[in-house]
């Protein structure tokens, strides 16, 4: 399977930050809306107010809690002016103040001369870094598209590959209507979380559309409910489909692990030759159940292996025992 390079976005303006889930609300009109924001962890300026600069990372948000806003009304009004300005004077694209706090209207002047933003939100401190980091931290994650129709199979995010024209699309639809939940036909976007987890959903233009040679496009949402969809899901196992080939020797036990990599995650793979005839949804849903299995402990093919060991083991044990007994028995003829 062909996997193409990833995208990750360069920057994220104030403006989208604004449309995120933080619930923010700007204080310096629209001052700053278009600055960039580089980098997707958040910084608290308690040393940069103090003086010290030296490692202020000034591209990215600043955080302004409670310690910020008491630390800032100890100080004299001249002192207070001049450690704001200390901020200020770098190329800080926001500055984000939680708990509804608000800047005193000279702070605001001097933000606005160095077209900083200033936006106050409603939320704690910890909520705003949870939530604020969490929305930058998918603006920021790795992106790709791959060419496959994406399912929720069971509670298994499964993606279906092969090239175009075998079935992949036809699989997802009788999936749908066996009572699976659909998130993306044709091109299906997966977005790296954290170091171990891919999540897939469908472009916003497609969305839920599915396409079948012969007929055209179905919408899946009005056709089938609500309840046939899913926005995103988790990818957990990847099914490549290939034209059966008599000379291929494929898996018969299931003995191996494949694994395919994306974006450095590697992913559950089976590859499942298909041919006129074949049920193929139903051995879809098999593997889904067999990877719950193995999810939970138990692998069938290790199973096999292991009582076979056993009776390899036993019946070994009963043919060296019987040879024992036939040499004691020509000994003691002997004698």
């Given at each position: 399977m062909h996997v193409p390079t990833a995208v990750r976005k360069e920057f994220?303006?104030?403006?989208?930050?604004?449309?995120?889930?933080?619930h923010l609300r700007p204080l310096t009109d629209d001052i700053g809306f278009d600055n960039h924001i580089t980098d997707k962890s958040l910084h608290r300026p308690q040393l940069a107010l103090t003086g010290f600069t030296e490692l202020f990372t000034y591209y990215r948000v600043q955080l302004f809690g409670n310690t910020e806003f008491y630390y800032l009304k100890s100080l004299s009004e001249e002192a207070r002016r001049a450690a704001f300005q200390t901020i200020c004077s770098f190329n800080v694209p926001v500055i984000v103040c939680a708990n509804d706090h608000e800047l005193d209207s000279e702070l605001l002047a001097i933000a606005k001369e160095h077209n900083v933003a200033v936006l106050t939100t409603p939320f704690d401190?910890?909520?705003t870094i949870f939530v604020l980091s969490?929305?930058?931290?998918?603006?920021?994650?790795?992106?790709?598209?791959?060419?496959?129709?994406?399912?929720?199979?069971?509670?298994?995010?499964?993606?279906f590959v092969g090239d175009s024209g075998i079935g992949?699309?036809?699989?997802?639809?009788?999936?749908?209507?066996?009572?699976?939940?659909?998130?993306?036909?044709?091109?299906?976007?997966?977005?790296?979380?954290?170091?171990?987890?891919?999540?897939?959903?469908?472009?916003?233009?497609?969305?839920?559309?599915?396409?079948?040679?012969g007929l055209g496009l179905i919408d899946v949402r009005q056709m089938f409910g609500v309840r046939a969809i899913r926005f995103q899901k988790r990818l957990e196992l990847i099914v490549e489909l290939e034209d059966y080939n008599e000379i291929h020797e494929y898996d018969r036990l299931g003995m191996g692990e494949s694994t395919l990599e994306i974006l450095g995650v590697s992913i559950p793979s089976v590859k499942l030759p298909i041919f006129p005839g074949k049920n193929v949804t139903v051995i879809s849903e098999t593997?889904?159940?067999?990877?719950?299995?193995?999810?939970y402990g138990y692998n069938a093919a290790q199973e096999f292996a292991q009582n076979l060991q056993k009776?390899?083991?036993?019946?070994?044990?009963?043919?060296?025992?019987?040879?024992?007994?036939?040499?004691?028995?020509?000994?003691?003829?002997?004698?």
């Open positions: 994220v303006t104030v403006r989208e930050l604004l449309d995120g889930p933080v401190t910890t909520k969490e929305f930058l931290d998918d603006q920021f994650a790795e992106q790709i598209t791959l060419h496959g129709s994406f399912v929720d199979v069971y509670g298994i995010g499964m993606l992949k699309s036809e699989i997802a639809l009788d999936l749908v209507e066996r009572g699976h939940r659909l998130v993306a036909d044709d091109a299906t976007m997966l977005t790296k979380k954290r170091e171990s987890v891919l999540m897939g959903t469908g472009s916003s233009l497609v969305k839920h559309l599915v396409e079948i040679r593997i889904a159940l067999n990877h719950l299995l193995k999810t009776h390899l083991t036993a019946k070994t044990t009963s043919t060296t025992t019987q040879d024992l007994r036939s040499v004691t028995y020509f000994q003691s003829d002997d004698e």
